[in-house]
């Protein structure tokens, strides 16, 4: 499955049990990382530069080395990189919705499959 992020295409199968623990143990590091109220009381390029280094770990991790890069067309904006961020949480989010609404369609369809009209 892929998903897009800022015009760039990169396969992520958000039912894939590696591709989510990934993607969990990224965010989860990326929260400890980033902290909002931090950032807007302090935007120094110290600070901002740290961010665009964990968004740049999380990228990797999650869609593999250079990915951030590739998005950003090589610069290094952290506020791009933070919407980047946020296109893939919310792909992630529309694959598992469109995917769980396939799957609960295909579940109304009747098996056809009957043994006994096979013994007639």
Known sequence: MTICIRGHEFEFDVFDLDAMERYGA???ALGESIDPKV???????ERLSAVHEALTVFFDTVLGEGSLSIILDGKR???DALDAYYDLR???LANTQARAAAVA???KIPDKYNPARLKK
């Open 105 to 107: 369609a295909r579940s």
């Open 77 to 79: 904006n952290p506020v």
């Open 90 to 92: 919310d792909g992630a």
């Open 26 to 28: 990224a965010e989860s």
């Open 39 to 45: 950032i807007s009381a302090d935007p120094s390029p």
